[in-house]
Structures are given as structure tokens and as C-alpha cells.
């Protein structure tokens, strides 16, 4: 039975993001609590404490914890050692839930940002799942009896007020005004290109909305929800001058990809995904500097560029003339459109050489030349050799 433990903790860790701990030694608790706790009124986190309530425990005990933070853990004792499931939450903490907590325990309003990160470490599961796999593991690894009990250290703490009416309509005045801010804020991010910040405001934003409602949620209603955060992107984007092209292109993928989208965590992957791609252009936009019609062309072509373009047909697109794109083209960018054009499916072509087996026709397909002479006549122009030449001395 002993060698299962290690094959379950790890399908468990693996599977549910649950980490599955065995404590046995002093330094095994320190270690434990030195890593998890966030503040001293945790007294779950206290290695002398834990340690006396793993001593007070007998074979067959399995305790269910929630701290004051109110973080979950399950702890029982098996071969001599304490096992440890957890810490997890149980349900999504929004800022209005964050703000009652400080208030209820007597701690300062400056631990907010830092509570908030601190639960998120931690997976959202529901009790009931937890239990199971807790009697699951305890089932595969030991044949004893075992009896449920529970400690609330959550409840512990005095000073809570149940709310009323007011209170609901004063939590819920405050939770408009910063959710507002952190649109604001969010939106910032996107108009400054800044994508590691614009996922954070994005975390929060959703926790923040869902938290409060004290709902469950359904693929249809985070489908509404990712038309909006759609739509604030768009405004954001809209605000920096991106090309309207470049707007409509990234906006309609992801709204494509939302709908084909089969669980919540697919389309939270699909917002993240747009979030990422309209800070990228929107960087790769203030960087470059070039006008809206320069800019629009180049993304065109850097998304089009496996279709049949011409200088023509770009004219056609953007409602200029040939001439005219052209020569603004080549002064922007120092490249005639038909060169950029060609330095953009080079470099897909030696991306799809290094990283496929695909034939020489079949990559210049892929690329939007049909003739493959062509393309190697292109190819040995830009990297100075043949493709196949390349790929022999560069592919791994």
C-alpha cells in the first residue's frame, strides 16, 4: 500500500492541481507553514499548532480545516505522518468579500492586493470533490475505519455583521465603482501594449463580477461576458489608432473561437489569447509609427500572406491606387510592397522548413506561391541558398 501513495499524490496533483502533502518531521511543518501562510492570524499555519493538532489526532481522524482567510485543507493521519490535502478554496472571494474579511478580523485595509494574490494560488474546488478524493486516497492506502470532523477557524473570529438591506446596496455602490476603475485600468493596459497587466486586470475583473453575484455560471453567460471584455478591448484598441482591419480581424477570431468554444475554461483561454494579440499589435503600432493605411496594409499581408496578393489587389482593398500605395509604401517603410510581402512568406517558409517535413512544393503552397521554382528563386534571394539547401544545414 505504501507504494501507492506516491502514484496517487501524484495523479492527484496532476489531475486537480491539489497538492497532496505527508508531513513527519519538525522541519517538514515549518516548511509547510513557511510556504503557505500569508499573515500570523493564520493559526492553522503555525507549524507549533498544526504540529499539536497532528499529535492530538488518532489513526482513523480526518479533519476538514477552513483558516481564517478562509482556506480549506484536509488533514489525516496514515503510517505514522500527517497527509495533507490542500490548501484549496471553496468558493471565488470577490473585493467586497476581501474588504469584510479585513474588517471582521481587525487587519489592516493595506493587506487587500495581497490577500486577493494569496487565494489565487490556491485551485477553486468544491468541498464534495475534495472529500472524494480524500476517501479515495485514504480507501487505496489504508484498509482502517475513518471519522469526519471539522474545524472553523473562519468562525472563530468575532465581529461579524450580518449584512441588511443598506449594507447590500452600500457593497454593491462600492463594487460599481471598482469595477469601473478596473475597466479603466484594464483598457490602459491595452492602449499601452502592456499584456502582463492587462491579464491581471482581466483576473480581476472576472473574479470580481462573479464573486458578487454569488452565482454559478453557464457557457452562454461567459459567452455575453466575452463579447464585453471583446468590446472593451476594441474601444482600448480603437483609442491607440490601431487600423480598423487589424481591429476587426483579432476581434472576429476570437469571437469565432468563443463560439465554438465547449467549456469555460476554453473561452477564458480564447480571451486571454485575444488580450495577448491586440497588446502585441498595439506595441508592434506605437513602435512603428507608420500611418493607418501603411499600418493596415501590413497586417493584411502578415495574416493574408498564403493568398494570392498583388500591389493591385491591396490597392482594390484599402481604396487607393496602385501608384499611390506604392510610392507612400516604399517612404514609410524603405520596401516596395511586393518586397515586404516576399520577406514575410520567406520567413514562414524557413519557419515551416525547420519545423515540418513537408516538401519543397507543398511549403511554398502554404506560403501562397504555387510555382515552387519560384519560391526557390525567392527563397535563395533572401537567406541565400536553396530551401532544401537550409534545411539540411539547419533543421535538427
Not at 484536509?74 to 469584510?100: A, E, K, N, Y
Not at 489565487?120 to 468541498?127: E, G, I, K, T, V
Amino acid at each position: 500500500m505504501e507504494n501507492a501513495f506516491p502514484v496517487a499524490r501524484e495523479l492527484i496533483e496532476s489531475i486537480f492541481g491539489l497538492t497532496v502533502q505527508a508531513l513527519s518531521t519538525a522541519e517538514d511543518y515549518e516548511r509547510f507553514c513557511r510556504e503557505n501562510m500569508l499573515h500570523p492570524v493564520q493559526q492553522f499555519f503555525r507549524a507549533e499548532d498544526l504540529r499539536k493538532l497532528s499529535d492530538s489526532m488518532q489513526e482513523g481522524d480526518v479533519v476538514y480545516i477552513q483558516d481564517q482567510f478562509q482556506i480549506d485543507f484536509i488533514i489525516f493521519c496514515w503510517d505514522g505522518q500527517s497527509v495533507l490535502l490542500g490548501p484549496f478554496c471553496t468558493h471565488i472571494f470577490s473585493r467586497g468579500d476581501c474588504m469584510q474579511l479585513l474588517k471582521k478580523l481587525t487587519l489592516s485595509a493595506g493587506l487587500y492586493d495581497s490577500l486577493l494574490s494569496y487565494r489565487d494560488r490556491f485551485p477553486l474546488m468544491n468541498f464534495s470533490s475534495v472529500f472524494h478524493i480524500t476517501t479515495s486516497l485514504i480507501k487505496l492506502i489504508s484498509d482502517r475505519e475513518y471519522h469526519f470532523h471539522t474545524i472553523d477557524y473562519a468562525s472563530v473570529s468575532e465581529g461579524y455583521v450580518k449584512s441588511d438591506e443598506t449594507t447590500i446596496r452600500q457593497q454593491y455602490s462600492q463594487f460599481i465603482c471598482e469595477h469601473y476603475s478596473a475597466e479603466q485600468q484594464f483598457m490602459h493596459s491595452i492602449q499601452t501594449g502592456d499584456s502582463e497587466s492587462a491579464l491581471v486586470q482581466l483576473q480581476h475583473l472576472q473574479r470580481g463580477f462573479q464573486s458578487f453575484k454569488k452565482l454559478g455560471t453557464t457557457l452562454e453567460n461567459e459567452r455575453i461576458a466575452a463579447a464585453i471584455v471583446r468590446t472593451m478591448v476594441r474601444i482600448a484598441a480603437v483609442r491607440t489608432g490601431l487600423p480598423t482591419l487589424s481591429i476587426d480581424m483579432l476581434s472576429r477570431a476570437n469571437t469565432i473561437a468563443t463560439k465554438k468554444a465547449k467549456t469555460i475554461d476554453q473561452i477564458y483561454a480564447e480571451k486571454e489569447k485575444m488580450v495577448i494579440a491586440f497588446c502585441e499589435e498595439v506595441k508592434a503600432h506605437n513602435e512603428q509609427g507608420y500611418s493607418h493605411l501603411i499600418s493596415s496594409v501590413i497586417y493584411y499581408m502578415e495574416h493574408e500572406y498564403d493568398e494570392g496578393i498583388t500591389v493591385a489587389q491591396l490597392a482594390e482593398e484599402f481604396h487607393v491606387s496602385p501608384n499611390y500605395l506604392t510610392s507612400t509604401f516604399h517612404r514609410e517603410t524603405g520596401q516596395t510592397p511586393t518586397d515586404y510581402l516576399r520577406r514575410i512568406r520567406t520567413r514562414q517558409a524557413r519557419r515551416l522548413l525547420l519545423t515540418t517535413n513537408l516538401s519543397i512544393q507543398k511549403v511554398s503552397e502554404k506560403i501562397g506561391i504555387d510555382d515552387s521554382n519560384y519560391f526557390v528563386k525567392l527563397f535563395k534571394k533572401d537567406y541565400g541558398m536553396t530551401p532544401s539547401q537550409y534545411r539540411k544545414q539547419y533543421k535538427l
